[in-house]
């Protein structure tokens, strides 16, 4: 299982970008290579398309946990655990999802 970190970027209005470091050469190293970008939405828009399914906040936190999941073992080809920075993350798009519920 791939460990990584979660650096997220200054959040806009509308999303995050968020970088995945992970450490080719193990932690001992400690050297991170980041793998890749990936943009995080929480658009009036994509909120209301959550609600639409039936969503609340809990249910909407759980989705974009889900799909940050998904994207990044995409993207690196294996599962994954997260060292640093998950909670990080998902405090911006908690702020940013609750101004729509």
Excluded: H
């Excluded at 995409?74 to 702020?95: F, I, P, Y």
């Amino acid at each position: 299982m791939k460990e990584i970190v979660l650096v997220p970027d200054t959040p806009l209005y509308n999303y995050v970008d968020v970088a995945v470091m992970d450490f080719p050469k193990g932690r001992e190293d400690g050297t991170q290579r980041r793998r890749c970008v990936i943009r995080v939405e929480f658009s009036r828009y994509d909120v209301s398309q959550l609600q639409k399914q039936g969503m609340d906040m809990d249910a909407a936190m759980r989705y974009y946990e889900d799909y940050l999941y998904k994207v990044v073992k995409m993207n690196l080809a294996s599962d994954w655990k997260c060292v640093d920075g998950w909670d990080q993350v998902m405090n911006v798009v908690r702020e940013n999802v609750a101004r729509f519920y």
